[in-house]
Each structure stands twice: as C-alpha cells, then as structure tokens.
C-alpha cells in the first residue's frame, strides 16, 4: 500500500555530548520516508532541496527504494538548515537555528501518480503547505500529521485549521501542553482531539510514547539503550514505522494502532544510535522483528495468584 511522505529535506547541524555533525543529511521527509521503506511500498516523497543537497542523499533514499518524483531539486536555491544542541539530558535540545531557504517559497505540487496515495504522513512542515497537498490529493485512508513549537507559537491560527483534516496527530510532550494550553498529557489529549483528529500520539522522549484515543490511553515504552548517539529524527522515524506498518496491514483497530505504536518505537531506537539517518540505513526484517518483541517482554508482567485467607491487601 502506497504511503505519501510529505517533509523537509534537510542539512542538520548537531552537537551531542558525544559529538558535533556539520550539515548533516536530514530532515523530516528524510526520517519518515526511511522508515516507513521497511514496512511497505511504494513510499513517495514531496519536499524540495536546494543545488547544495548533497547526491549522497539521493543515492541513501533510493537504495531504499523511495519514489523521488515528487522531490523538486531548485538548483539555484539553498537546502532548509537546522541546527541543534542537545543537553546532558538528551530530552532537552536548544534549536540554534531555523533557515527555511527553499522551503519558504515551497509550493508542493503533487505528481499526477500521487494522487490516489492511500496513507499520508505529513512531516513537520508550514501548516499551510500540509493542507495545500491535502487538497491536491483523493480522499486518502489515513492522514498522520506531525508539528512542532515553530509552527503551534508562529502559526496557530493555520494550524488549527490543518488540524481539522488529520486523523492522527503525532506531537511531543511540550508540544501538547503547548497545542492544549494544558500541562496535564491526558487532558491534553482530549483537548487536541476536539482539535480535530481522532487518535493523539504524545512522544515523550526516553520514557515512550501514550496513544490517546476516545476509549484508550495506551502507553508504550522507549527501548532502554545504553548508546544513544543522537536523537534527532527519533519522532519523524516513529511517524514513519507507525505509518508503514499500517499502511503494510490495512488495518486500523486499536490493537493494530498499538503495534504500530510499538514499531515506530522500535525505529525510533535504531536512529538514535547513529549520528543523522546512519541508524536507519541497514536494518533488517529480523532485526525489526527482535526489537518489537523486545519491547513486548519489557512491560510484560504476570499477575500474582491471590490465596485468600492469608494476607489481604486492603
Ligand atoms: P525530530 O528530532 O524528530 O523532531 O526531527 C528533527 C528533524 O526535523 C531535523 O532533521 C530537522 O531538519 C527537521 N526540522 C526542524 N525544524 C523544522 C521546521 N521548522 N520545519 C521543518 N523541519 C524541521
């Protein structure tokens, strides 16, 4: 099943305590495309990148497969730039810096052979652009949307309008208390499902993931690791495995939307330990498939048997 990407292409700059990448190939469109490549295909992107994006970036997505058509290289124009500074805690980063370059005249047009994509992630860009290739598209299956600080502070007013046309919302924990005006998560939750879409996924960093819907708040783990390198991108590879996983399944119960949750954990933790998109270049089915039942075994506990008439708990 077809899953449309839709995101920024992007040269990262990250300083880790573990380390510093300068210009590094990234970006939403990057992680979410990647990931979901694991899952289904065809998986096609809409973005745009400046004559500076390097061919090594091009080369990565196509080893994956990615259908390029809808990537608009503006040869006279720069590449979006990003950069980052993570704290001791990894949770917490600093953005240095936001250059929109191409991105702030993008207009995605969508390619004739888009059109009828039946899942659609639409990665952290301008509101305005992610309803603008909504409108340029047959009524998908599924809308997966994603945002951040940037666009809910500078933008709201139009965001709240694409809020209206996605059926998930995948956002972080600040930026739920942001969206909601809340600080409590669950409340939070509600709160942006009278925004709009039905399912809120909140992404907590290294403590996991809730997916809140109107009958379930079910909460899923990060893998506990001792070697993450670089978080950048953690969010846009969940995004990625959750959608193609249901886009390989066709299937929205609840059940199916918590292994999807668990899958775009487990992509989650293979980018973060790799400095950029390296995390995610070479994974393999079996690979995938021992960190979902990993996660399975992390939470999984047996319930005692009671003997009444010893020692009640009261
Ligand atoms: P994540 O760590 O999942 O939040 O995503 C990080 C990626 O988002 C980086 O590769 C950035 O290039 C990209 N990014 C950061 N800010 C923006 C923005 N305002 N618009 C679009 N993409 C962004």
Same mark, same amino acid.
């Given at each position: 099943?077809?899953?449309?990407?839709?995101?920024?292409?992007?040269?990262?700059?990250?300083?880790?305590?573990?380390?510093?990448?300068?210009?590094?190939?990234?970006g939403?469109g990057?992680?979410?495309?990647?990931?979901?490549?694991?899952?289904?295909?065809?998986?096609?992107v809409?973005?745009?990148?400046?004559?500076d994006?390097?061919?090594e970036?091009?080369?990565?997505?196509?080893q994956?497969?990615?259908?390029?058509?809808?990537?608009e290289?503006?040869?006279?124009?720069?590449?979006?730039?990003?950069?980052?500074r993570?704290?001791?805690?990894?949770n917490?980063?600093d953005?240095?810096?936001t250059?929109?370059?191409?991105?702030e005249k993008?207009?995605?047009?969508?390619?004739?052979?888009?059109?009828?994509?039946a899942?659609?992630c639409?990665?952290?860009?301008?509101?305005?652009?992610?309803?603008?290739?909504?409108?340029q598209?047959?009524?998908?299956?599924l809308?997966?949307?994603?945002?951040?600080n940037?666009?809910?502070e500078?933008?709201?007013?139009?965001?709240?309008?694409t809020l209206?046309?996605?059926?998930v919302?995948?956002?972080?924990?600040?930026e739920?208390r942001?969206?909601?005006?809340?600080?409590?998560?669950?409340k939070?939750?509600?709160?942006?499902?009278?925004?709009?879409p039905?399912?809120?996924?909140?992404?907590?960093?290294?403590h996991?993931?809730?997916l809140?819907? &109107?009958?379930?708040?079910? /909460? *899923?783990? =990060?893998?506990?690791?001792?070697?993450? @390198?670089?978080?950048? +991108?953690?969010? $846009?590879?969940?995004?990625?495995?959750?959608?193609?996983?249901?886009?390989?399944?066709?299937?929205?119960?609840?059940?199916?939307?918590k292994? &999807?949750?668990?899958?775009? /954990? *487990?992509? =989650?933790?293979?980018?973060?330990?790799? @400095?950029?998109?390296? +995390?995610?270049? $070479?994974?393999s089915?079996?690979?995938?498939?021992?960190?979902?039942r990993?996660?399975?075994?992390?939470?999984?506990f047996?319930?005692h048997?009671?003997?009444?008439?010893?020692?009640?708990?009261?």
């Amino acid at each position: 099943m077809s899953v449309l990407v839709v995101g920024s292409f992007a040269l990262d700059t990250v300083e880790t305590p573990f380390g510093k990448a300068v210009d590094a190939i990234g970006g939403s469109g990057m992680y979410i495309a990647t990931a979901a490549s694991y899952f289904t295909a065809p998986v096609r992107v809409v973005g745009v990148v400046g004559g500076d994006f390097p061919q090594e970036g091009i080369r990565f997505l196509e080893q994956r497969n990615i259908d390029l058509e809808g990537l608009e290289i503006d040869r006279n124009g720069k590449t979006f730039r990003w950069a980052g500074r993570y704290h001791y805690d990894l949770n917490v980063r600093d953005t240095l810096l936001t250059e929109l370059n191409v991105f702030e005249k993008f207009q995605p047009t969508i390619p004739e052979s888009y059109r009828h994509s039946a899942w659609v992630c639409l990665g952290n860009i301008d509101p305005r652009q992610q309803r603008n290739v909504l409108n340029q598209i047959e009524k998908p299956r599924l809308v997966i949307g994603d945002t951040m600080n940037y666009w809910i502070e500078r933008e709201n007013e139009e965001l709240r309008k694409t809020l209206k046309l996605i059926d998930v919302l995948i956002v972080n924990d600040s930026e739920a208390r942001l969206l909601a005006n809340d600080p409590n998560l669950v409340k939070a939750g509600r709160i942006i499902r009278e925004m709009g879409p039905k399912v809120v996924i909140v992404k907590k960093g290294e403590h996991g993931a809730v997916l809140l819907t &109107a009958g379930t708040v079910f /909460s *899923a783990p =990060a893998y506990p690791m001792e070697n993450i @390198f670089d978080p950048t +991108g953690a969010g $846009d590879s969940f995004a990625g495995g959750f959608i193609g996983w249901l886009a390989r399944t066709d299937d929205l119960s609840e059940e199916n939307l918590k292994r &999807a949750v668990i899958y775009g /954990s *487990a992509l =989650a933790s293979f980018c973060v330990e790799k @400095f950029g998109v390296e +995390g995610l270049a $070479d994974l393999s089915y079996l690979q995938i498939q021992d960190r979902f039942r990993a996660f399975r075994e992390l939470s999984r506990f047996e319930e005692h048997e009671v003997s009444y008439g010893g020692h009640d708990i009261n």
